[in-house]
């Protein structure tokens, strides 16, 4: 997460990262949380 936050802090025009686990689905200020089961249907849905 920390290499995350880095990258988002060098790019500021970046809208939100995405961060793939087995956590379940959450959302923090510009991160997005996804669950590995539910990456097709989140991908399915923003393209």
Known sequence: MKSLNRFMQTHPNTPYGLKISQNPKATQEHTRELPLYALESWY????
């Open 44 to 47: 399915a849905d923003d393209c």
